[in-house]
């Protein structure tokens, strides 16, 4: 089943002008993760929160998690062109093993216009 | 140097017949992931392996068959292809360990298109 759903699912601005997406979770979890790909390519590692942190920063890039809401929400600031992707959340699951268990979010498409 | 590379980037092929992605990966990791891409973008886990050995099997059908030579390989190997297995597949790999996850190294992908 889905663990990540993130909203919204396409978001539009202007360079310029900050991006943020959000995505909640059903269960505990060890970390989450948000990547970003680009068309056509694979995913990209952004930055990582573990379960016991509120919020982390990574350059342009600030994430905040909220275990008791189980959703996490992740900011870009002064958006570039080169920003335009999709975005994905993911869970590391906590319980039993996990070795690279990540479930992932159906992501958020970010278009930055110049 | 490419950390995770794949090969091939685009597979076409016809219903029912069998075809082959290989993996490889130079960071030194010990886990190694499939993952399949539909056409919505939904990322699904199909198998994982750490050190030559099969961790996760996400109740993917056995015409899916996993291989891995070494650590650093993972292949996978698709007997009998349906319409329905035309996607996007990804290799990963991490340093996970038993409890925790940490980042995910993914290849570029290979889009299998059935016809």
């Known amino acids: 089943s889905q663990q990540g759903e993130e909203d919204p699912q396409a978001l539009s601005i202007q360079e310029g002008e900050n991006a943020t997406m959000n995505c909640s979770y059903k269960?505990?979890?060890?970390?989450l993760q948000w990547y970003r790909q680009n068309s056509g390519r694979g995913l990209v590692h952004l930055i990582l929160i573990r379960s016991n942190e509120r919020e982390k920063h990574s350059g342009r890039l600030r994430v905040t998690l909220d275990t008791s809401k189980k959703s996490s929400s992740l900011l870009i600031t002064a958006s570039r062109a080169a920003d335009t992707a999709s975005y994905f959340c993911a869970t590391d699951d906590a319980g039993g093993t996990s070795y690279g268990k990540l479930t992932f979010g159906q992501g958020t498409i970010l278009t930055v216009h110049p | 140097d490419t950390a995770v590379s794949q090969t091939p980037k685009y597979l076409v092929t016809q219903m029912g017949n069998d075809k082959s992605i290989k993996c490889e990966q130079n960071l030194g990791h010990d886990t190694m992931y499939w993952y399949k891409q539909d056409s919505k973008k939904f990322l699904k886990i199909m198998f994982s392996?750490?050190?030559?050995?099969?961790?996760i099997n996400e109740t993917v059908p056995n015409r899916f068959s996993p291989k891995s030579p070494d650590k650093a390989h993972l292949n996978l190997h698709i007997n009998s292809l349906e319409l329905g297995d035309s996607a996007v597949y990804f290799c990963?790999?991490?340093?996970?360990?038993?409890?925790?996850?940490?980042?995910?190294?993914f290849g570029e992908g290979s889009r299998l298109t059935v016809l």
């Open positions: 269960t505990s979890i060890n970390n």
């Open positions: 392996y750490n050190n030559k050995e099969l961790i």
């Open positions: 990963a790999s991490s340093q996970a360990g038993l409890v925790n996850t940490g980042e995910l190294f």
